[in-house]
């Protein structure tokens, strides 16, 4: 599993006009690629062929109505984390914990606000951040190498990628290791392997003394790489 950091797909289903074109107008500028629905069938092809990262859904929309549609997301594993805000004309106590109780993640009534729409929308997608980032690492973190029982060399493609986005800084170490062949025919492969253990278990104790460090294998077991995030002065 690649973590991707493409740009934020957003789906607003409202068969308003008026309204997708007010919140398109807003998420456009900043950036967003917006798709939208009339209908829930709209809404789920769509789904289907550009999975959003968030969903804005009218309660009232032709077709299902917005607790069926959302139990229908909820209950498919592909779609069941996506946020969802509910769009209402409602502004009542009633009708706000109505929308919550169906487990859309946030509301918003309109006349929509500019500023409350951004944050609201920034909020939940810093909140999915966070969970997909925790999701894919821990698949990364399962994928480890037989011989060291350090992350891979895929897993760590992708987790220097992550680290890559999110500083500037990145510090690497490697260590590789030569003539392993020579070494093998010597002391077999079961000891050359405890010693390649060894050596990636001394390189994990020094990489633990280090704040946001972090220590791979790569290639055929005779190349560690051993990285960290740094602010550009250490």
Known sequence: MALSFQQINLLIIDDNLSNLKFLESIFSKEGYVVHHAK????ALRA?????????FLDVVIP????????????ANEQYANIPIIMMTSLDDIQSKTKALEIEADDYLIRPFNHSEVLLRTRNL??????????????????NIDPITELMSADAAEHALSYMLYETDYVSLLMVQL?????????????????????????????????????????????????FRISNGFN
């Open 47 to 55: 789904i289907k062929t550009h999975i959003p990262d968030i969903i």
């Open 125 to 142: 997608l810093r909140i999915k951040s966070s969970h997909d980032h925790a999701v894919q690492i821990d698949v990364l973190l399962k």
């Open 39 to 42: 209908n829930t069938a709209q």
């Open 178 to 226: 030569l003539g392993l062949d020579k070494v093998t025919s010597v002391l077999g492969i079961e000891n050359t392997n405890t010693a390649i253990k060894i050596l990636a278990d001394k390189i994990v104790s020094y990489g633990i003394l280090i704040k946001n460090s972090m220590v791979v294998t790569l290639g055929k077991v005779n190349l560690f790489l051993f």
């Open 63 to 74: 077709g299902m109505n917005g607790n069926e549609f959302i139990n229908l997301l909820r």
